[in-house]
């Protein structure tokens, strides 16, 4: 299937005489005949569900519909993008591991990484992701066991170079972890350039609608974890609390990782997505193929609007042939990069606030990346944890103004960016 019949079709063939769409399983738990059966569940011995804390028949059939999009093994879905990115780290490095990251990552995980996860004793380098590739050889330690990146990084747009930080991590024999929720399966799989592991934020395009949080980690299902059993016990040695069962042994590369995420992680966090969560999440991604073309059309436009504006001290769009990154996001990304757009007002802070106050159809929101047309100061909201030099090793200017263009008419959204420049 293509990645339009995919949206569509993938993840749920009904049987004769069962509902079109995915029925919600609104329930907490699942019924058997036998003691003996529902023990075999326990053990991993057979397929099914017995709580929905673990699994749920309504989120796997949406994590297989990504599953496709993204070209993976096997796939689930997570309460947010914060807990699939927490999760996919955590499932392969231990307190006293090191994880080496690309600096320009959204600031929740910036975050959650830096702090949070430092707190569980996990280490992390943060690079460039334009840094030379002897510097990030540099950086990898006999404890690293995985590598993190952003397709498209949230807000700085930089473009991850997919393909060399992959080949550098599986010269260290690590995985690459790529955060794709920017660029969504439409429109790069990095899967095809030889990361490991995806994960998203469902929140934004996926779900496209304002809707509901969620998030989703996909294996590709070719890292042979055996291969480098010293590094990943984890996934190489019995795990005492599933009766001594060997996840990359019993479940192979294909469906080893994404066992053990469920099978320990989601048992003892429960950072489960709500199976109506799910329904919604599966009507946002139905469309992902008509909206995101739409998104990309608008943000160029928008673009080269700014690019031409001259209260706009300077435009980050990485299809814009004059950006940074354009190159790069053709190699990626060639029928499109995303709907945001970042750029600066001259006057700094006071003329942006003055801006944001005067638009009437591009809403003020911490959100990005859905239908609605929005927009955020992030160095005033989302990264106001960093001070000035994190901000800008992170790759947002203290004046970035992040607008997220959505899929209303372009002729409204270029007015009403046009009316709140003529009133400051
Ligand atoms: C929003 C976002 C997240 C966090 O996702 P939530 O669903 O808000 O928890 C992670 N990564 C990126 C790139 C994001 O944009």
């Known amino acids: 299937m293509k990645q339009a019949t995919k949206c569509i079709q993938a993840g ?24 003996e059966d529902m023990g075999k569940l326990f053990d991993l011995e057979a397929e099914g569900y017995f709580y929905t804390r673990l699994q749920n028949p309504t989120n796997d059939y949406v994590a297989n519909k990504i599953c496709a999009l993204e070209k993976g093994s096997a796939a689930m879905l997570t309460s947010s993008g914060q807990a699939a990115n927490f999760y996919s780290i955590f499932n392969i490095a231990n307190n006293g591991d ?33 840094c030379s590739m002897e510097e990030l050889e540099a950086a990898f330690k006999p404890n690293t066991k995985c590598v993190f990146g952003e397709t498209i990084a949230n807000p700085a747009l930089i473009v991850f170079d997919i393909e060399a930080w992959a080949n550098k991590a599986h010269e260290h024999g690590v995985p690459l972890i790529v955060d794709n929720t920017f660029a969504t399966p439409i429109n790069c799989r990095p899967i095809e350039w030889g990361c490991d592991i995806v994960t998203h934020s469902t929140t934004k395009y996926m779900d496209g609608h304002d809707a509901t949080v969620g998030g989703c980690i996909v294996d590709a299902g070719k890292f042979d974890w055996m291969k480098y059993a010293d590094k990943f016990p984890g996934l190489t040695t019995p795990d005492d609390s599933y009766h001594g069962i060997t996840y990359a042994e019993k479940f192979g590369k294909e469906g080893a990782f994404i066992t053990k995420c469920t099978a320990q992680l989601m048992r003892d966090f429960g950072s489960i997505q709500a199976p109506m969560n799910a329904y919604l999440l599966n009507l946002g991604l139905e469309s992902l193929h008509v909206r995101m073309p739409r998104h990309c059309e608008n943000a160029l436009k928008v673009a080269q609007y ?46 942006a606030e003055a801006f944001m106050s005067n638009l009437k159809i591009a809403m003020i929101a911490t959100h990005v990346a859905d239908a609605h047309t929005c927009v955020l100061h992030p160095a005033s909201s989302t990264h106001r944890q960093m001070n000035d030099e994190e901000l800008i090793a992170g790759g947002v200017e203290p004046d970035l103004i992040r607008l997220s263009v959505g899929i209303e008419d372009i002729e409204d959204i270029l007015f009403d960016l046009q009316q709140a420049f003529d009133n400051i």
């Open 306 to 351: 700014l690019e031409s504006n001259d209260k706009v001290a300077w435009v980050n769009y990485p299809s814009l042939p004059s950006n940074k990154y354009y190159d790069r996001a053709k190699k990626y990304m060639p029928d499109g990069t995303c709907g945001v757009v970042s750029f600066g007002i001259k006057g700094g802070r006071q003329k």
């Open 98 to 130: 090191h994880v080496i990251c690309s600096s320009t990552i959204y600031g929740g995980t910036y975050n959650l990484f830096n702090v949070t996860m430092r707190k569980m004793g996990i280490d992390f380098t943060f690079l460039s992701p334009d």
């Open 12 to 35: 749920y063939t009904p049987k004769n005489g069962e509902s079109r769409m995915i029925p919600i399983v609104q329930s907490t738990t699942f019924k058997y005949d036998t003691s």
